[in-house]
């Protein structure tokens, strides 16, 4: 087969001719690492890999992050159930954010494969976080260089979660073990990155994680990141993937964002998920 990486409209690229089953060859790799690099977000089409090969193909990227706030596979703790059941109104990811920003290194990304779907909805949108900063004006983006934000999970899956994390935006919150969020210790990361796969600068806050500019209150943050995740969202950074039997996402946190649908209420839905482990962050210049 030939490789072919299709570049989308807003962010990500579609690669066919690859037979994940199989598995890739070394150049297979390096190229759909490129890829990764340079998209941000790559999707696989009629891949019907078993829970061992999604393993494996995980495991060829980096050491994998055990989830600790989402339900594990019975049978593979390193894959977390992301489901949706019939009787249930909320979902998990239904808000724009990013995965482990609240994490002191990061996750790369996780890889998420399609296993059972609703008859319509359960589209997944993801934006670029390089088309973003591109589009800033150059005084801005030298601005938002010199600052860093502090990122936290505990408003999402702490003790005191507030009732509108839980049925509104429905990120996980309450999913697991709410005592390992009150534990972690709140990182500041770079506004700015650059990237350490790509060499790109990318925004780096996110709606879900990012609770204030280091050194600002988050009264004064609020009006300047409310301006930032407006401008991210707008439909020229955006991708929606629509999901079929086979298909898998591999995004970037890093990168991109990411917003799950809750529009299939009344039908299941289950994806399981690999996340795999990062590196420190480092501030663009």
């Given at each position: ?92 990811g239904g808000g724009w ?142 991708h929606e993937f629509v ?43």
């Open positions: 087969m030939t490789m072919d990486i299709c570049p989308l409209e807003g962010v990500g690229a579609e690669i066919s001719g690859v037979d994940l089953v199989r598995g890739l060859s070394d150049a297979e790799f390096a190229t759909v690492r490129a890829a990764f690099a340079q998209h941000g977000v790559i999707f696989f089409r009629d891949q019907f890999i078993t829970e061992s090969q999604h393993i494996a193909f995980a495991r060829r990227w980096a050491p994998i992050n055990i989830n600790r706030f989402f339900a594990a596979h019975p049978d593979h703790p390193e894959i977390a159930l992301v489901s949706k059941e019939r009787d249930q109104r909320d979902n998990i954010h990013t995965d482990h920003s609240y994490d002191h290194i990061p996750a790369m990304g996780s890889i998420l494969v399609a296993r059972e779907l609703p008859e319509s909805g359960g589209n997944t949108l993801f934006a670029s976080m390089y088309a973003a900063y591109d589009a800033l004006s150059e005084g801005f983006q030298r601005m938002l260089r010199s600052l860093n934000a502090v990122h936290s999970a505990r408003h999402i899956f702490g003790e005191a979660a507030s009732t509108h994390y839980q049925q509104s935006d429905a990120r996980g919150a309450r999913i697991g073990n709410s005592a390992a969020a009150e534990h972690l210790q709140d990182p500041v990361h770079p506004v700015v990155i650059h990237h350490p796969l790509s060499g790109k600068k990318a925004l780096y806050v996110n709606p879900a994680f990012t609770t204030r500019f280091a050194g600002w209150t988050e009264e004064e943050s609020r009006p300047l990141l409310m301006q930032i995740y407006a401008h991210c969202m707008k439909p020229e950074f955006v999901w079929r039997p086979g298909s898998i996402a591999f995004w970037d946190n890093r990168a991109t964002w990411h917003f799950a649908r809750n529009d299939y209420h009344g039908q299941r839905r289950e994806m399981h998920r690999i996340t795999v482990e990062g590196e420190a962050l480092c501030a663009a210049h």
